[in-house]
């Protein structure tokens, strides 16, 4: 099996490769596929990322969940050295700024962690994933952190979004890796059977 580093290297060409087109298209169908989940149109609450560098243009579910009046809670670094994720009820998205590492962050509001939210359903970024559930994010363990107190309970539901060339077969874990119950990607949903 590769180390994680040699699989984020490898993602990360990947994405530097693809064309924008061709990631827009992606993007896309995989919101399509989601927007069409039963389980996020029951969501009432949901926690959701904002797609940049080269992962799944997020926006379009973003735009749908305020219009469908769900509540939509977006991660913010927090901590002295931005070393935490904490997440910011926003309803509108002309409340995001650039931050460091490229990211788009709601500026203003109380951020929370997200066991204290009512959150249904999370999407998790992710450099890779496994059919499986298992996870290989950017290697500061910001979301598995975030997700540890909720990692035994079925609710919210964890949706990992990919392109499905970033799918593989195995990737190394450690104890404190949280997975994702199923995924998106532009070719539809996979549940992932070892987390239900």
Do not use: N
């Not at 990631?23 to 399509?32: D, I, M, N, T, V």
């Not at 080269?54 to 926006?59: F, I, Q, V």
């Not at 079925?154 to 190394?172: H, M, Y």
């Amino acid at each position: 099996m590769h180390s994680k580093a040699d699989i984020r290297a490898g993602s990360a060409a990947r994405r530097r490769e693809r064309s924008p087109e061709d990631a827009a298209a992606r993007s896309s169908e995989l919101c399509a596929h989601v927007l069409a989940e039963a389980r996020w149109r029951a969501a009432t609450s949901v926690a959701a990322f904002v797609g940049v560098k080269g992962e799944p243009d997020t926006r379009p579910l973003l735009i749908a969940a305020l219009a469908a009046g769900k509540q939509l809670w977006l991660p913010r670094m927090a901590g002295p050295r931005r070393q935490h994720i904490e997440f910011v009820a926003v309803t509108d998205l002309v409340a995001l700024a650039p931050a460091p590492f490229g990211l788009l962050e709601p500026r203003e509001g109380p951020g929370v962690a997200l066991a204290e939210t009512d959150v249904d359903l999370v999407l998790m970024p992710g450099l890779a994933f496994t059919r499986t559930g298992v996870r290989l994010g950017y290697g500061k363990a910001h979301y598995d952190g975030a997700m540890a107190p909720l990692r035994t309970l079925s609710r919210p539901v964890r949706v990992g979004l990919c392109f499905s060339d970033e799918l593989v077969e195995a990737l190394p874990e450690e104890p404190h890796d949280v997975g994702v119950h199923a995924l998106a990607t532009e070719l539809g949903l996979i549940d992932c059977v070892s987390l239900q």
